[in-house]
């Protein structure tokens, strides 16, 4: 029988945490698939965040580092700057980039670090157990907004590619979800692109993948991709935020 | 009239929350201590407290918006745990010395790294010099009790000072136990309605907070900060009096447990008295004189107190679960037995490293530490540094 399809070479071959029907797997894949395609597995370093990916170092097949929380465009820096031939990027969650790490993933883009973040929003902290996190959705239940947040007494969500995108430092940031074949796609596109424009040194790149947790979100792995596709998309809108190799800027 | 209720630590401890009725509550989730944050926000998403409560970005903006709310005279309360309490750390310092009373509950968590989720006192036992006050609790009723006694201790007028409240995570803070709530009216009573605060932003006098000190005055202003540590040791004794004639059940710095003729001592913080209490009262039945002491009040530490409460003894081991890595024994050996110098001269004293990262410390671990103590008694020879429990 022929073979039509193999396992990433970027990946280890072993039983991932990760819960039933959650996305952080097929994250993994696209991101180990484009390390492969660029032939960079072994000259790559990742930087694993603390939240549910805190294990990613488990998954991926180059050499890996753990960061504390938040802190992983920090160690990536320090050693993208080692290292300058290296591949570097940097897998983080929501809560570890958008919350406790909003200071190092705005400086390192400003300063235009040459490493790639791959950035999973779920909208909420999935580690810890479900808590409010700053890209909870208004009117989103989590277990530290009971009866939904409220822009009032909680703020509102952070859209963390188009705060991005405004700096100079920043090269090339989209956002791109993993709901649908299509959709999974064109995220293998941009994460492959971003880890092009850093091998070019070309300066820091960011995906934003829209990703589901059905565990604390309360719903099964389906009505949870209903629920991104219905709430999450529309709040936080697909496409180049930037990209510093077109012309034209959204 | 008190409820006899079933509860973990941290429900205890949130439910203690709850009836202090706060002004505010920042916070940032962290294993194991998340729950206590949870079960607080789900109290004021109910509107069963008062309370402000900020779902903030860190610890350290946890720490600094509840100094910040302290230094407004509010009533403040958080928690947290590990690298959570590490990353509070800068503010723990500012807090100490702006006399911010607060509390902190704090679910002991093994320090990264490496990376751990489970008990050691690496966390609050590194912040021993930080100017808080630590009251430890071996279960989740004196996790409860030293929460609401917290309050009072914190905001006395002679104190002024912050308090970490610290209990054992998962062990303490997971399991559930029988334990004894007081009524919500006698809490109210005990804790005041609402905190008295001798200065504060926009109180009697114009205020600035946490303004520079340089070497004309740093040095005074740390001297009345040591002052204020002292003090509480007679607070802290009046608060638990008070609160003795409120609960009936009594505190002091430490407890001591068969100690009055004992001949081997150990000295141990928060759960693990609850197995070494077992390993005594076996080692009792077969006739030997063991006893224990185990610390509450680690910070003002009761210096005099326990070096008289070991004077009699032939033999004590002190036990860390944490190593201080100063190559000569962990934080409550060298504090222990630096307290004995001169009063309780001539023992044997041996230092014990245990349950690092969350390694089960059973009975049989203690009653090693215990023949350790009786073949040192009879032999003349012994380690004086010891690890338990370790793969060597
Ligand atoms: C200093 C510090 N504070 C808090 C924590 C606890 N913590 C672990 S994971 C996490 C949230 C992770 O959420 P997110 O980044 O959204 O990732 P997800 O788990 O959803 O993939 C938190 C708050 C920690 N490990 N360190
Ligand atoms: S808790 Fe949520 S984010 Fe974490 S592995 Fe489970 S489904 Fe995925």
Not at chain 2, 277 to 305: H, M, S, T, W
Request: net charge negative; hydrophobic share 40%; aromatic share 8%.
């Amino acid at each position: 029988m022929a073979v039509v399809f193999e396992p990433t070479k970027g990946l280890l071959d072993v039983p991932t945490h990760y819960c039933p029907g959650c996305t952080h797997g097929i994250i993994h894949r696209l991101v180990a698939e484009s390390l492969e395609e660029l032939g960079v597995i072994d000259k790559t370093i990742g930087v694993a965040p603390v939240g549910c990916s805190v294990l990613a170092y488990n998954y991926f097949a180059c050499d890996m580092h753990e960061a504390a929380h938040g802190r992983a465009p920090a160690v990536a820096t320090g050693i993208k700057r080692s290292l300058p031939d290296s591949v570097v990027f940097t897998y983080q969650g929501d809560g570890d980039l958008a919350a406790i790490g909003t200071a190092e993933i705005v400086h390192a883009a400003a300063r235009g670090e040459k490493i790639t973040t791959i950035f999973v929003n779920n909208c909420i902290y999935g580690m810890t157990g479900g808590q409010m996190a700053p890209t909870t959705l208004p009117g989103q239940v989590t277990e530290t907004s009971p009866y939904g947040r409220d822009v009032k007494l909680q703020g509102h969500p952070i859209r963390v590619s188009e705060m991005l995108s405004t700096l100079d430092g920043a090269v090339y940031v989209e956002r791109v979800s993993v709901d649908s074949v299509a959709n999974v796609l064109k995220a293998k596109k941009a994460i492959k692109k971003a880890f092009e424009l850093q091998i070019e040194g070309k300066g820091f790149t960011f995906v934003e993948v829209l990703s589901i947790c059905p565990t604390n979100w309360g719903l099964s792995p389906r009505e949870s991709i209903k629920w991104l596709q219905d709430n999450m998309i529309p709040y936080y809108p697909l496409g180049v935020k930037k990209d510093i190799t077109q012309q034209e800027v959204k | 009239m008190a409820k006899r209720v079933s509860l973990s630590g941290n429900e205890a401890v949130a439910f203690g929350m709850k009836q202090i009725n706060p002004d505010v509550v920042a916070a940032f989730p962290i294993t194991p201590s998340t729950e206590v944050p949870q079960y607080f926000s789900q109290f004021v998403a109910n509107g069963q407290v008062d309370t402000e409560f900020v779902p903030v970005e860190s610890e350290h903006s946890a720490m600094s918006a509840c100094l910040g709310a302290a230094a407004a005279g509010g009533r403040v309360m958080t928690a947290t745990a590990s690298a959570g309490l590490a990353l509070m750390w800068e503010m723990l310092y500012v807090g100490a010395s702006m006399r911010t009373p607060l509390v902190l509950a704090v679910t002991n968590r093994a320090l990264s790294g490496p990376i751990n989720i489970h008990n050691d006192h690496s966390d609050t036992m590194g912040a021993r010099d930080s100017g808080w006050i630590q009251l430890y609790s071996e279960s989740a009723q004196e996790a409860y009790d030293n929460l609401i006694q917290a309050v009072r201790i914190g905001e006395h007028k002679d104190v002024q000072l912050p308090v970490m409240v610290c209990y054992d995570g998962f062990i303490t803070s997971h399991a559930v136990e029988n334990l004894e709530m007081l009524e919500d009216a006698d809490v109210k009573n005990f804790v005041g309605e609402n905190r008295i605060a001798p200065y504060a932003l926009l109180g009697k006098e114009p205020m600035s907070m946490g303004p520079l000190d340089l070497p004309n005055h740093y040095f005074e202003h740390k001297r009345l900060q040591a002052e204020a540590m002292k003090n509480a040791k007679n607070v802290i004794l009046e608060v638990a009096a008070e609160y003795e004639k409120l609960s009936g059940r009594k505190y002091s710095f430490f407890e001591e447990y068969k100690m009055e003729d004992a001949e081997a001592a150990i000295v141990v913080i928060n759960s693990t008295a609850g197995t070494a209490k077992y390993v005594v009262d076996n080692l009792r039945a077969q006739g030997k004189k063991v006893g224990l002491i185990k610390i509450r009040v680690f910070r003002p530490f009761p210096a005099e107190e326990i070096a008289k409460a070991l004077k009699n003894v032939k033999a004590v081991a002190i036990m860390d679960k944490l190593d201080g890595f100063s190559a000569s024994g962990g934080p409550l050996f060298n504090e222990v037995r630096s307290a004995m110098y001169g009063v309780a001269d001539g023992k044997i004293v041996t230092s014990y490293i245990y349950g690092l990262g969350g390694r089960d410390v059973t009975s049989v671990n203690i009653e090693k530490v215990y023949s350790d103590l009786f073949s040192a008694i009879e032999t003349g020879k012994y380690e004086v540094y010891n690890y338990l429990g370790v793969r060597e």
